[in-house]
């Protein structure tokens, strides 16, 4: 069929083009170079590095607190510094179709500027000096697209096309990393959209690469579409990054500006150094309990009993609990106040709209639903103001439950439960046309709501599963890397019965060989405002991980 100029796939394909249009020539990689990267498993490590000279893989390779120490020192230049990352960046778009925006020109005009700062003040501008910061393709930065995967918002402000607005726009948060010496350098973005399609896992190609970012420090936030209008429970700017202290350099330098003054939204509370160091102060330098004060209490949460982690996940789950077990920290089950209605009440909440903001961001171009999402975001009708009040009430009752039962872990000794290790969700990742399931939902938070328009909604079955009711509470949390699937040891089990049909369907995805190498993560979950001590407990069991990696290495070895 001959498309129009102006069609939605037109619109797509011409975008596309533009980005890659940005990347240097000789950074283009050859039709051979391509071919082969199709045939691998996982793109990184030795299969990229293969295109970087040895300096650029230092630089790459260097956590970010070393790389802005490294800068800050003249050991490298801001300039030297973002080419590397740039190359990476567009050799990364090439194979793992991963990016909504470059920003090369931007990040080199931007480390130009740093390099001259410096030699002119003889210091750097900033705590975040020449580090390259890409984004979640939902913050503007001036002069270049935010479509947050809508074709319709492609050369425009979120669909308006007043040039006043159109790439004229700098976020919030992108004036407080650039005003810190950040360099930004690409955006990337939903995972499965119109525009670019699919992004697969780059450690592992038969896999997906997430939801809409593909995890950091912050009170996750659910990753579907959101009713703009609806802040009962809103959203939240997290970090990602390589290192838990690199989360910590990013946090904490925007927190210094004091964001709360130019933006109503943002809470008065700057990071609180004193928590941060007592919380640390309870481990020892090797990560076990300290002597001189209470061990950490930490609570391990094996499943929501709706559906069950997939074996990689379980294993996961049991390293942290023998680990902290071995290094004489407290570690009991966690079993709050079933997690099935915060997950119902806060799903309710963002489709509380009936879609119909996501179809006027459809309509805008005359794009479809991608295929996950047609038959749950089909258009439906609002649900009723007294409905909605009726949720938020149930929310406030599971968030006063919840905290009561939080409240209670004190009760045998005394002393409260720290945090809670969770799954993110029950599998490592998923199998592209098997997102069964990340969760459930199952809308029976009152006898009516939805009755006026609830079809399709009974297969809103990927929706998030062990971070819902988080969302809902509002607590902090960090996601850490804890192992990786493996075949020899993360065997199918024929034995499992399940639980309901949705986690048959959840179960029966999961194959040893498809998810071999798979990065397996966990969530840990702090109260509200406590994301220093959710920091800190990171960072314990990071170092933790990382000791037991060392010391089953040399065990093989020797």
Excluded at 158 to 175: C, F, I, L, W, Y
Excluded at 471 to 484: E, F, R
Aim: glycine share 6%; net charge negative; with cysteine.
């Amino acid at each position: 069929m001959q498309l129009s100029h102006n069609s939605w796939e037109a619109m797509a394909r011409a975008k596309v083009a533009e980005i890659h249009s940005k990347i240097p020539k000789e950074w283009v990689l050859s039709d051979t170079d391509l071919a082969q990267a199709k045939k691998q498993r996982n793109l990184t490590g030795p299969f990229m590095k293969q295109f970087l000279d040895a300096e650029e893989q230092r630089i790459i390779d260097h956590d970010s607190g070393d790389l802005v120490e490294s800068i800050k020192q003249g050991t490298y230049s801001a300039v030297d510094v973002t080419r590397a990352y740039c190359k990476m960046a567009a050799l990364a778009q090439q194979v793992n179709n991963c990016l909504h925006e470059i920003m090369f020109d931007f990040a080199m005009q931007t480390a130009e500027d740093l390099d001259h700062y410096y030699k002119s003040h003889g210091t750097v501008k900033g705590p975040l000096h020449g580090l390259p910061v890409s984004l979640k393709d939902q913050f503007h930065v001036k002069g270049y697209d935010t479509t947050m995967g809508y074709v319709g918002w492609i050369g425009t402000y979120e669909g308006s096309r007043d040039p006043a607005k159109v790439h004229q726009t700098n976020s919030q948060v992108v004036k407080e990393l650039l005003s810190l010496g950040a360099v930004l350098y690409c955006k990337l973005g939903e995972t499965v959209n119109n525009i670019i399609g699919t992004t697969l896992n780059p450690v592992n190609q038969l896999l997906s690469c997430g939801g809409s970012s593909g995890a950091g420090v912050q009170a996750n936030t659910c990753s579907l579409p959101q009713n703009p209008g609806q802040d009962t429970y809103p959203s939240s700017v997290g970090v990602m990054a390589t290192s838990i202290n690199a989360i910590k350099r990013v946090i904490t330098s925007v927190l210094s500006t004091e964001p709360w003054l130019r933006d109503p939204n943002v809470v008065k509370m700057p990071w609180n150094g004193e928590t941060m160091l007592l919380t640390l102060a309870r481990a020892k330098i090797d990560a076990s309990a300290s002597r001189s004060r209470l061990p950490l209490k930490i609570g391990i949460y094996w499943t929501d009993a709706v559906v069950q982690p997939h074996p990689p996940i379980q294993r996961g789950l049991r390293i942290v609990h023998d680990l902290l077990q071995r290094l004489r920290h407290k570690v009991v089950d966690w079993n709050p106040p079933s997690q099935t209605t915060a997950k119902n009440v806060h799903l309710a909440f963002l489709m509380a709209d009936g879609a119909h903001d996501v179809h006027q961001q459809l309509d805008l171009s005359g794009e479809p639903l991608v295929p996950p999402l047609r038959e749950s975001f089909r258009l439906r009708d609002p649900i009723p103001l007294l409905e909605y009040q009726d949720l938020t009430i149930q929310g406030k009752a599971y968030n006063e439950a919840y905290y009561d039962y939080w409240n209670s872990t004190g009760d045998d000794d005394g002393q409260l439960v720290d945090a809670v290790v969770m799954p993110v969700a029950p599998h490592a990742a998923v199998i592209p046309g098997k997102f069964f399931h990340t969760g459930e939902l199952f809308f029976v938070t009152n006898q009516h709501l939805f009755s006026h328009g609830r079809e399709g909604l009974d297969s809103l079955q990927w929706c998030i599963a062990y971070t819902e009711s988080i969302n809902l509470l509002g607590y902090s949390a960090a996601v850490i890397p804890v192992t990786k699937a493996d075949k020899s040891i993360d065997k199918f089990d024929h034995e499992y019965q399940p639980l309901n049909d949705i986690d048959r369907q959840n179960w029966e995805a999961y194959d040893p060989e498809t998810y071999d190498g798979a990065p397996v993560g966990l969530q840990i979950v702090a109260r509200k405002w406590e994301e220093e001590k959710v920091w800190a407990i990171a960072k314990i069991l990071d170092l933790a991980l990382k000791e037991n990696k060392n010391q089953d290495i040399h065990r093989n070895v020797t």
